[in-house]
């Protein structure tokens, strides 16, 4: 029974768990608030910030599983793809805990892992199964054949789920990260306003065309009522949290329509989205398909899913050497 000590850093969280046989033992997570100022990450002190969270959070991680680094059998870290000197951190300190006490080192790909982090709690789906992986960087569908044998079928060609939240949001003035601030703005409004849903065709995905076209409606509108944000700011981000669920939701729907598959899974940041959550039950209930929607805390950036990934790996003892290094793009 492998106890896996894990490691994810790959943009502004630093996150340790320790993981035994696939039970997770501990999941400890450090935000770094530094970041709300500049709307936005700000690599560099995402980096230095990493540095003085890695060790206690490690420390902290370990405490809670009752467990010593002497009980550890092997250390994972996520390889990619990330931030480059946010990945650095982690790899880092994983190669120097590993090469300390001869232990094996595990990489994991931060988006395989994404997927895989419904193998954290139960219940699990049966492979094959469809998931839907949505973040600030990334929105693909995929195919998981098995743990270790994951198709992308759909991508978006251009910005992420995640990103036209974000940016939306910063249109309208609200607090890094808005994709939270929307969903619970879009709780308390109506989506009466309209706008584009672009579409690459197949099961691609591109949100660039939104994120124009809700820029271009907010110049119209803030023209002709200079108060208009102001005025209708929920429903404003009902408008906006409804085309961008309304985009994903079809795309689900014509995957599984493609692949035959009836279990569908979420997965990623934007999985914590209420009406993305709301939307793929109630489409689930009524095709009859088995969904699987993770809690929120393995939603986030998480080194559980790194750990349970690495348990997967660790069973086909798929480990790397010291030479390992990180890498940007996975």
């Given at each position: 029974m492998p106890v896996i000590l894990a490691i994810e850093s790959s943009c502004d969280d630093t996150s340790a768990a320790v993981v035994a046989d696939g039970l997770v033992l501990s999941n400890v997570?450090?935000?770094?608030?530094?970041?709300?100022?500049?709307?936005?990450?700000?690599?560099?002190?995402?980096?230095?910030?990493?540095?003085?969270?890695?060790?206690?959070?490690?420390?902290?991680?370990?405490?809670?599983?009752?467990?010593?680094?002497?009980?550890?059998?092997?250390?994972?870290?996520?390889?990619?793809?990330?931030?480059?000197?946010?990945?650095?951190?982690?790899?880092?300190?994983?190669k120097g805990f590993a090469l300390a006490r001869g232990l094996p080192l595990i990489e994991v790909d931060h988006m395989q892992a994404h997927v895989l982090a419904h193998f954290a709690e139960d219940p699990k789906p049966a492979f094959p199964f469809l998931c839907l992986t949505v973040s600030g960087g990334h929105t693909q569908l995929v195919v998981v054949h098995s743990a270790l044998e994951q198709e992308i079928i759909?991508?978006?060609?251009?910005?992420?789920?995640?990103?036209?939240?974000?940016?939306?949001g910063k249109l309208l003035g609200l607090p890094y990260p808005a994709g939270p601030e929307i969903d619970r703005r879009a709780r308390l409004g109506q989506p009466t306003i309209e706008f584009a849903k672009p579409d690459p065709g197949e099961l691609n995905f591109s949100f660039s065309g939104l994120k124009t076209s809700i820029l271009y409606s907010l110049q119209k509108k803030i023209k002709e009522d200079p108060d208009f944000v102001k005025d209708n700011l929920n429903d404003i981000c009902a408008s906006i949290q409804h085309i961008i669920v309304s985009i994903l939701l079809r795309k689900i729907q014509l995957a599984v329509a493609q692949t035959g598959l009836k279990q569908v899974a979420l997965a990623g940041g934007v999985s914590a989205n209420s009406g993305l959550r709301q939307g793929l039950q109630e489409l689930g209930e009524k095709n009859g398909w088995e969904v699987f929607i993770p809690r929120i805390e393995y939603c986030t950036d998480n080194a559980a899913m790194i750990g349970v990934t690495a348990t997967f790996k660790f069973a086909e003892g798929a480990f790397s050497g010291q030479d390992v290094a990180p890498a940007a793009r996975f």
């Open positions: 997570t450090a935000g770094q608030a530094v970041h709300e100022e500049f709307g936005g990450v700000v690599p560099e002190h995402a980096s230095r910030a990493h540095q003085r969270n890695i060790v206690p959070t490690v420390a902290v991680a370990l405490k809670r599983a009752a467990k010593t680094a002497a009980q550890i059998d092997a250390v994972a870290f996520t390889r990619g793809p990330g931030l480059i000197g946010s990945l650095m951190v982690g790899v880092s300190f994983a759909g991508r978006t060609i251009d910005d992420a789920a995640g990103e036209a939240f974000d940016k939306s």
